[in-house]
């Protein structure tokens, strides 16, 4: 039972210790937030400069197309009003031709600041794309102390991640389920280690009979407070 809960307590430490590398790996150091973030923010001009030209690109087509398809029905107006025998039928044929008339000329204009966008955003576009590589390059350079740092984390990490699948592993399933409901139930603190005589999760002392139950190491305790698992480890008590 000793080798169990030391067992459970390594295995807790592991799992807490990824859960810190992780967090510390994965935060920008308070020094490098603000290069990082005006960094990020130069890359996500770009992304965003790249989409609206396609998008603008895409509303030229359109308007390409209407306006194509309004000269056609232009010209068939313009035939029908040709061809009219009546007054009434003529002022009708003149009012569709204005109508068409005015959707041209908005269309074109349309297509006109369409054309003056894409072209102003290809240029910022091209300059943008020249300087980014330089920017990335440089960037990185201000990052690779902690670039490093987070590589020695990973290797760190996939080390204890080895050990943790090992230790579930080798604890009984029934054990191991305990353990797991209790780490998601107390916030990751499934074993409180008891120092002085004392759980050193809640503080609440523990009963003297429980203290040598738990030096004798020949059955689960828990904590009469905070019901967590309690470890003892002559060393540390």
């Given at each position: 039972m000793t080798d169990l809960l030391g067992q459970l307590y390594r295995l807790q430490t592991r799992i807490r210790f990824v859960?810190?590398?992780e967090k510390r790996r994965d935060t920008v150091p308070d020094d490098l937030v603000e290069v990082d973030r005006e960094f990020q923010e130069r890359v996500q001009t770009v992304a965003a400069l790249k989409a609206r030209l396609s998008e603008?690109?895409?509303?030229?087509?359109k308007a390409d197309g209407e306006l194509a398809d309004l000269k056609e029905k232009l010209k068939k107006y313009q035939a029908q009003l040709r061809a009219v025998a009546s007054s009434r039928e003529y002022s009708a044929a003149l009012n569709e031709i204005d109508g068409v008339e005015k959707l041209i000329r908005s269309t074109e204009d349309r297509f006109?600041?369409?054309?003056?966008?894409?072209e102003k955003a290809r240029a910022d576009l091209d300059e943008r794309e020249k300087t980014l590589p330089q920017e990335t390059e440089a960037h990185e350079e201000r990052l690779k102390d902690w670039r490093a740092e987070q590589r020695s984390i990973n290797e760190q990490l996939d080390g204890a991640r080895e050990e943790?699948?090992?230790?579930?592993a080798e604890i009984p399933p029934r054990d191991r389920a305990e353990f797991r409901r209790l780490i998601d139930k107390k916030h990751g603190l499934a074993?409180?280690?008891?120092?002085?005589?004392?759980?050193s999760a809640c503080h609440v002392k523990v009963r003297p009979a429980a203290m040598q139950s738990l030096k004798q190491g020949r059955e689960i305790l828990?904590?009469?407070?905070c019901k967590r698992i309690l470890y003892?480890?002559?060393a540390s008590s």
């Open positions: 859960q810190e590398g603008a690109e895409l509303e030229k087509r006109l600041e369409l054309e003056e966008e894409i943790i699948a090992r230790l579930e074993v409180a280690l008891v120092t002085g005589s004392s759980c828990y904590c009469d407070s003892y480890e002559p």
